[in-house]
């Protein structure tokens, strides 16, 4: 069999964390629309990753947060988005990697992503093609991705 050259697994890993990506621009741009609502979990000790210590030691490994209601400052980039979200009724900023993301679901509409959270599996675009608005182990063999489970029927 021929050495896979062009690392297929790493390039959908890419392509599938620039739907999420697309997902945070829209939002930041436009705000969330009807019932859509995210779920994203996280590797909280990956590089990049910015909590504030209490939820660092409460979650040393991973953590999820929940872009629907209470959510502010959504900024999104070609690395990563930054959030202001509410935890005990109080604000705090959260820094995300695209790269140390493990999970993105928006239970809305029954979509689902699961990723092997690795930085060489993170989107890496020109600033100016990703940024929202202002103010708003590669596998071995073949591997094949089914996206119709994704799909709403």
Known sequence: MAEDLFDYPQMVEAALRGVVREALLRVARDGLRGGHH??????????????PDHLREKYPEEMAVILQHQFWGLEVDANGFAVTLSFQSKPERVQVPFA????FADPSVKFALQFEASPEAAPQLPAAASEA?????????AEIVAID???KR
């Open 100 to 103: 140390a993301i493990t999970s």
């Open 38 to 51: 995210f779920f994203i979990g996280f590797r909280t000790g990956a590089p990049g990753v910015e909590l």
């Open 133 to 141: 608005p202002p103010g708003k182990p590669p596998g071995e063999g």
């Open 149 to 151: 489970k994704f799909r």
